[in-house]
């Protein structure tokens, strides 16, 4: 089966630019999870999708970033607009339910300058 | 709240000699427990995982690790390493199998020949 994609796979924008990552995920897999990896620091949750709806947002730093799920498929996260400690590896992970643990993307490399 | 330490931030190796990566955890429920690796500019690839059973769990590519309960610590281990093993390893602490990951730092395993 396909993996878990994500792109660009890497983006530089300017301070106060806006920046929208993408993650599909793995067919028929309901879980949607996003994560960041600040430099030097720990890989955080950011947010849970359960199909299309937000099951854990407690993740998400503040108000500049927005994430969705249309229709239960692909997830996008908008980060507008962009700060410098915004920058950092965004990744992306499905699972079905049920044990397992999830399966990542590659991730996408942001950085803010 | 659950909490993961890595206590070495990087493990240089010879190729073909044992190595252990350390991890210890606090969580005030059931856990479940992750090691993830990351190879140079790829994604996060599930290693191995404890759900329950036997505490001794085998992983991909000959890597290992025993759950402690006593000691709240889940080490990776393998007995002779490659130059290709040469990656940075995340241990992560679950009360699911599908809920919020929390990672540790990190430790970056360097295998010179």
């Known amino acids: 089966e396909a993996g878990v994609t994500q792109f660009p796979s890497h983006s530089v924008i300017e301070k106060g630019q806006t920046v929208t990552l993408r993650c599909d995920p793995i067919?028929?897999?309901?879980?949607l999870y996003w994560y960041r990896r600040v430099m030097g620091k720990e890989i955080k949750f950011l947010l849970h999708?359960?199909?299309?709806?937000?099951?854990?947002e407690s993740g998400m730093p503040n108000n500049r970033f927005l994430a969705e799920r249309t229709g239960g498929t692909y997830s996008t996260l908008k980060v507008q607009p962009a700060e410098l400690e915004d920058s950092g590896v965004y990744f992306c992970?499905?699972?079905?339910?049920?044990?397992?643990?999830?399966?990542f993307g590659s991730g996408t490399r942001l950085t803010v300058v | 709240a659950q909490s993961v330490t890595q206590l070495d931030s990087q493990v240089p190796v010879f190729e073909e000699a044992p190595v252990e990566l350390r991890c210890n955890y606090s969580?005030?429920?059931?856990?479940?427990l992750f090691w993830y690796v990351q190879y140079p500019n790829q994604g996060l690839q599930l290693l191995l995982k404890?759900?329950?059973?036997?505490?001794l769990v085998k992983g991909i590519n000959g890597f290992e690790a025993e759950f402690n309960k006593s000691q709240t610590s889940f080490h990776l281990r393998k007995p002779s390493v490659h130059i290709s093993d040469t990656a940075e390893y995340f241990c992560?602490?679950?009360?699911?199998?599908?809920?919020?990951?929390?990672f540790g730092k990190g430790t970056m395993l360097l295998v010179s020949p």
């Open positions: 404890y759900l329950s059973g036997s505490t």
């Open positions: 969580s005030s429920v059931s856990v479940y």
């Open positions: 999708f359960v199909k299309e709806s937000k099951q854990d």
């Open positions: 992560a602490v679950s009360d699911s199998g599908y809920s919020t990951l929390t």
């Open positions: 067919s028929g897999h309901d879980n």
């Open positions: 992970a499905s699972s079905r339910r049920g044990l397992g643990g999830y399966t």
